[in-house]
């Protein structure tokens, strides 16, 4: 399984962007996908995941801000991000769990500027 995610840029703090991350092909069973976010010189770190039953798990520091949603029918997950911070930045990479095993989609840029 193939993960392509798109919808990052340059936002000004306050600001809003919808990333979104699209599967190859359809899986079928339960599976978790997410999102998880590098920041430079500091490690990987989860900002949401979502269940295919469609629970919903956030970071505490963008709980509130920041919705999970999946479209099962087009293998896509998003992530709407409103209320950005500068603190947001980072490259936001795609995340699918299934069958035991772990897929990474490509990091798409999201900068957010004072």
């Known amino acids: 399984v193939q993960l392509q995610a798109s919808g990052g840029g340059l936002v000004q703090a306050g600001g809003s962007l919808k990333l979104s991350c699209a599967k190859s092909?359809?899986?079928?069973?339960?599976?978790?996908m997410g999102w998880y976010r590098q920041a430079p010189g500091k490690q990987r770190e989860l900002v949401a995941t979502i269940s295919s039953g469609g629970s919903a798990n956030y970071a505490d520091s963008v709980k509130g801000r920041f919705t999970i949603s999946r479209d099962n029918a087009k293998n896509t997950v998003y992530l709407q991000m409103n209320s950005l911070k500068p603190e947001d930045t980072a490259l936001y990479y795609c995340y699918l769990q299934y069958q035991g095993r772990g897929y990474w989609g490509q990091g798409t840029q999201v900068t957010v500027s004072s």
């Open positions: 092909r359809s899986i079928f069973g339960s599976n978790v």
